[in-house]
């Protein structure tokens, strides 16, 4: 049987610190929609949209990501 360790011999651990850092962020999310699932009235311009809370923080979550990826576009002059 090959043997499967990386070409410093030793082998890796399934828990690197990148993955517990996710797995603690995606918990974290998880607490976060189940404390927010009640539904909640935004008005922005005179339009009333009723949603779970979060998804609306879900929604600013991709403006915030959209925004930055818009100014971050370094070495390029528009």
């Not at 922005?44 to 930055?68: E, N, R």
Request: hydrophobic share 55%; charged share 15%.
């Amino acid at each position: 049987m090959a043997d499967r360790t990386p070409a410093g011999g030793r082998a890796s651990s399934p828990l690197t610190p990148r993955r517990i850092a996710a797995l603690v962020l995606a918990l974290a999310a998880a607490v976060l929609v189940w404390q927010n699932r009640a539904d909640t009235t935004l008005t922005v311009f005179g339009v009333s949209v009723t949603a779970p809370l979060w998804l609306f923080t879900l929604a600013m979550l991709a403006v915030g990501i959209l925004i930055g990826a818009l100014l971050s576009r370094r070495g390029r002059s528009d």
